[in-house]
């Protein structure tokens, strides 16, 4: 479909004219680095405020309580066999049978495991939102995805203020082509009445682990 | 669709009183949730500054950004097409889902596949479109068009999906009154789909030239599913989409959300560059939809139009649209910015009546995330409907005519006045039977200033013998 191209391409020039201008892009707005570094106490608070938020649970851990709680959250949720990416922390979750993705896990022997345990890029406060940028402790994306429950590890380096702040942060992960994905807060809708329901084809159910030190 | 043309499309609407509690309701509910959100964003301005100037440039310099986009899709090993209209965009997609011998395709919520009769186009060559959104889902299952950009079954209660899911996906069950397990139902009907159909079509939300990465923002997962599981992926992308740069979507993603559906972030963002080995489909197609954009963009007030982000945010704070819904606009994109898009897009005749379905009073330029003037627009394409296509022997302009001969001479201005006071009720009910349905006139006074000023008793004035 060349012709197709040169056609679109020769219609956009006709209907711009001859010299379009090109507004510059004020940015009066707060842009990365306006709230600082990240990680400090007042950004992990607003961050695990705002997970809440959407329904999901924000437990804030010491590191050597991490995986005391991860024990705990599977038993509550009743999960016994939970997928971890292949570039994930050699973590144990006693009791839980963890099935590292390597050799990759197909769609259906995701679907049919309990959960996921998943780590993550980077996490934005002010929105609540955890980036998984399809490497290490991300993982691929089908991972945190087909799995109904999702349990993310998200350390207090993890966590920026703002939007600027995380997308300057992924622009990198972007030039290498790698896949992002943002997730705040499960799965939900709206479509019906307004309401808003947790859960229908993503994770109907979030556990966020904020580990500290 | 039979298009009728928006006032007769208005006032059947208006008669479903099922469906104005519903849309009434769903509109003033999410208009409070957007204000709240936007409340606590203290450079919300400036980002809008940013965001309308973001889409300005890209316009601008769209020649080079399509071909920007075009190499950087290529290079990360995904496949780019072009297409000038409806047409020519499904016979690529057909193509592309009978070169896999796909039966099924699944589908993310889309407008601009909804905009070229993607589905129908892909049925006639038995190729059956799965839509998986929830409301598109509810739609398809109902033999139902959207009503909103945002919640396309926005139009239904709860009773109503309940009904529909029993009689076709859920058939033989209870689904009780709880939404949860209406959408339970969505879920269990679809997971097999995303497990074995090999094919998925999306719309995108942003194409970001330097990187190549497109965006798909949701909330269900349902995007997420068909972005990552099918092996091929086919996105149709409307050119206007393009962004310049990685760093525009720090300011996209900020209005986004909260405009949309008030909310500070939508559940899930996708963004993806071609393809990916052992991550997501092995074969990626991006379709490049002209079918009257370039149209759009050679209207230099108009063309601001083509910045919209399909938040919806101008539908919910409209009082024609949160009375009439979405359909009277007879178009998949309703409400103010329909009123100004459809028409472009589509020609004005084949839409004319779309520029007046607005009462001008600016709400929806108040809250649009990327300033769209849409009054300023309407106000234009309504005069371009009466320079282009309007005849100028129509009742209208003859009217007008005979309106400036007369308030053009005296004498004939106060014959007019008398005769106005003689007949008013009667004649204009029968030269003007439409005007004067929706309008009252005003009552024409027994006497004129001018008729009493000459009826006045001479009298000397005041002031002008001796003093006081």
Same mark, same amino acid.
């Given at each position: 479909?060349?012709?197709?191209?040169?056609?679109?391409? #020769?219609?956009?020039?006709?209907?711009?004219?001859?010299?379009?201008?090109?507004?510059?892009?004020?940015?009066?707005?707060?842009?990365?680095?306006?709230?600082? #570094?990240?990680?400090?106490?007042?950004?992990?608070?607003?961050?695990?405020?705002?997970?809440?938020?959407?329904? #999901?649970?924000?437990?804030?851990?010491?590191?050597?309580?991490?995986?005391?709680?991860?024990?705990?959250?599977?038993? *509550?949720?009743?999960?016994?066999?939970?997928?971890?990416?292949?570039?994930?922390?050699?973590?144990?979750?006693?009791?839980?049978?963890?099935?590292?993705?390597?050799?990759?896990?197909?769609?259906? *022997?995701?679907?049919?495991?309990?959960?996921?345990?998943?780590?993550?890029?980077?996490?934005?406060?002010?929105?609540?939102?955890?980036?998984?940028?399809?490497?290490?402790?991300?993982?691929?994306?089908?991972?945190?995805?087909?799995?109904?429950?999702?349990?993310?590890?998200?350390?207090?380096?993890?966590?920026?203020?703002?939007?600027?702040?995380?997308?300057? #942060?992924?622009?990198?992960?972007?030039?290498?082509?790698?896949?992002?994905?943002?997730?705040?807060?499960?799965?939900?809708?709206?479509?019906?009445?307004?309401?808003?329901?947790?859960?229908?084809?993503?994770?109907?159910?979030?556990?966020?682990?904020?580990?500290?030190? | 669709?039979?298009?009728?043309?928006?006032?007769?499309?208005?006032?059947?609407?208006?008669?479903?009183?099922?469906?104005?509690?519903?849309?009434?309701?769903?509109?003033?509910?999410?208009?409070?949730?957007?204000?709240?959100?936007?409340?606590?964003?203290?450079?919300?301005?400036?980002?809008?500054?940013?965001?309308?100037?973001?889409?300005?440039?890209?316009?601008?310099?769209?020649?080079?950004?399509?071909?920007?986009?075009?190499?950087?899709?290529?290079?990360?090993?995904?496949?780019?097409?072009?297409?000038?209209?409806?047409?020519?965009?499904?016979?690529?997609?057909?193509?592309?889902?009978?070169?896999?011998?796909?039966?099924?395709?699944?589908?993310?919520?889309?407008?601009?596949?909804?905009?070229?009769?993607?589905?129908?186009?892909?049925?006639?060559?038995?190729?059956?479109?799965?839509?998986?959104?929830?409301?598109?889902?509810?739609?398809?299952?109902?033999?139902?068009?959207?009503?909103?950009?945002?919640?396309?079954?926005?139009?239904?209660?709860?009773?109503?999906?309940?009904?529909?899911?029993?009689?076709? $996906?859920?058939?033989?069950?209870?689904?009780?009154?709880?939404?949860?397990?209406?959408?339970?139902?969505?879920?269990?009907?679809?997971?097999?789909?995303?497990?074995?159909?090999?094919?998925?079509?999306?719309?995108?939300?942003?194409?970001?030239?330097?990187?190549?990465?497109?965006?798909? =923002?949701?909330?269900?997962?349902?995007?997420?599913?068909?972005?990552?599981?099918?092996?091929?992926? $086919?996105?149709?992308?409307?050119?206007?989409?393009?962004?310049?740069?990685?760093?525009?979507?720090?300011?996209?993603?900020?209005?986004?959300?909260?405009?949309?559906?008030?909310?500070?972030?939508?559940?899930?963002?996708?963004?993806?560059?071609?393809?990916?080995?052992?991550?997501?489909?092995?074969?990626?197609?991006?379709?490049?939809?002209?079918?009257?954009?370039?149209?759009?963009?050679?209207?230099?007030?108009?063309?601001?139009?083509?910045?919209?982000?399909?938040?919806?945010?101008?539908?919910?704070?409209?009082?024609?649209?949160?009375?009439?819904?979405?359909?009277?606009?007879?178009?998949?994109?309703?409400?103010?910015?329909?009123?100004?898009?459809?028409?472009?897009?589509?020609?004005?005749?084949?839409?004319?009546?779309?520029?007046?379905?607005?009462?001008?009073?600016?709400?929806?330029?108040?809250?649009?995330?990327?300033?769209?003037?849409? /009054?300023? =627009?309407?106000?234009?394409?309504?005069?371009?409907?009466?320079?282009?296509?309007?005849?100028?022997?129509?009742?209208?302009?003859?009217?007008?005519?005979?309106?400036?001969?007369?308030?053009?001479?005296?004498?004939?201005?106060?014959?007019?006045?008398?005769?106005?006071?003689?007949?008013?009720?009667?004649?204009?009910?029968?030269?003007?039977?439409?005007?004067?349905?929706?309008?009252?006139?005003?009552?024409?006074?027994?006497?004129?200033?001018?008729?009493?000023?000459?009826?006045?008793?001479?009298? /000397?004035?005041?002031?002008?013998?001796?003093?006081?």
């Amino acid at each position: 479909m060349s012709d197709g191209r040169e056609a679109v391409l #020769a219609r956009v020039r006709a209907a711009l004219g001859s010299s379009p201008e090109a507004p510059e892009v004020p940015r009066a707005y707060r842009e990365a680095g306006a709230f600082g #570094a990240g990680g400090d106490c007042a950004t992990v608070d607003l961050f695990c405020e705002r997970v809440a938020d959407y329904r #999901a649970t924000v437990r804030r851990v010491r590191g050597e309580e991490l995986l005391g709680a991860l024990v705990t959250a599977c038993e *509550q949720r009743q999960a016994r066999r939970i997928a971890v990416p292949a570039g994930a922390p050699p973590w144990t979750v006693e009791g839980v049978d963890l099935v590292r993705d390597d050799p990759q896990l197909s769609a259906r *022997q995701l679907d049919e495991l309990d959960g996921v345990l998943s780590g993550c890029a980077l996490a934005i406060a002010e929105t609540g939102t955890i980036v998984l940028d399809g490497a290490g402790a991300s993982g691929r994306r089908a991972l945190t995805l087909v799995p109904d429950y999702h349990l993310c590890v998200v350390r207090l380096n993890d966590i920026v203020p703002s939007v600027p702040d995380g997308v300057a #942060a992924l622009a990198r992960v972007a030039a290498e082509g790698r896949p992002i994905t943002l997730v705040s807060g499960p799965s939900a809708t709206v479509d019906i009445e307004l309401v808003r329901v947790e859960g229908v084809h993503g994770p109907r159910t979030l556990d966020v682990f904020v580990v500290e030190g | 669709m039979s298009k009728t043309g928006f006032p007769a499309a208005a006032r059947q609407a208006l008669g479903d009183t099922q469906m104005r509690r519903n849309v009434g309701k769903a509109t003033s509910t999410i208009r409070a949730r957007r204000a709240a959100r936007v409340a606590e964003v203290p450079d919300w301005e400036a980002l809008r500054d940013a965001g309308a100037a973001i889409k300005a440039r890209a316009m601008a310099t769209m020649p080079e950004q399509l071909e920007r986009l075009e190499a950087s899709v290529t290079r990360a090993g995904g496949k780019v097409h072009w297409a000038r209209d409806a047409a020519e965009c499904n016979a690529i997609v057909g193509g592309i889902a009978a070169g896999h011998g796909a039966r099924q395709v699944i589908k993310v919520k889309s407008l601009a596949t909804d905009e070229i009769g993607l589905n129908d186009a892909l049925a006639a060559q038995g190729v059956e479109a799965i839509e998986t959104d929830l409301a598109e889902l509810i739609n398809q299952l109902a033999h139902d068009t959207s009503s909103h950009i945002l919640v396309p079954a926005i139009h239904r209660n709860r009773a109503e999906v309940k009904l529909l899911f029993e009689h076709t $996906i859920a058939r033989g069950q209870d689904l009780g009154w709880d939404i949860t397990a209406i959408a339970e139902a969505a879920r269990r009907h679809l997971r097999e789909k995303f497990l074995s159909v090999p094919v998925a079509i999306s719309g995108a939300n942003f194409g970001i030239a330097e990187t190549g990465t497109i965006c798909v =923002v949701e909330s269900e997962g349902n995007g997420r599913m068909c972005l990552t599981l099918p092996r091929v992926l $086919i996105t149709v992308m409307g050119i206007e989409k393009v962004l310049v740069e990685w760093r525009d979507l720090e300011v996209c993603l900020q209005l986004l959300p909260r405009s949309s559906t008030g909310e500070r972030m939508n559940p899930y963002t996708s963004l993806w560059t071609g393809v990916r080995a052992g991550d997501g489909p092995e074969e990626f197609h991006l379709v490049l939809l002209d079918n009257g954009r370039t149209d759009v963009l050679g209207d230099e007030l108009g063309r601001q139009a083509l910045h919209c982000i399909r938040c919806s945010a101008c539908l919910n704070s409209c009082p024609v649209y949160s009375r009439t819904g979405g359909h009277a606009y007879e178009s998949v994109y309703p409400g103010p910015i329909g009123a100004i898009l459809t028409p472009q897009l589509r020609g004005l005749e084949n839409a004319p009546t779309l520029p007046y379905a607005s009462s001008l009073c600016g709400a929806c330029y108040e809250v649009c995330p990327v300033k769209i003037d849409i /009054p300023s =627009v309407l106000l234009h394409l309504r005069g371009r409907v009466v320079r282009e296509y309007k005849s100028r022997v129509s009742p209208e302009a003859l009217a007008m005519e005979t309106v400036g001969r007369v308030f053009g001479s005296q004498r004939r201005y106060e014959q007019a006045q008398k005769l106005a006071r003689l007949g008013r009720g009667p004649i204009v009910a029968a030269a003007l039977p439409g005007w004067s349905a929706m309008r009252g006139l005003p009552e024409v006074p027994e006497q004129s200033f001018r008729e009493w000023w000459r009826s006045r008793p001479a009298r /000397p004035v005041r002031g002008d013998g001796a003093g006081p």
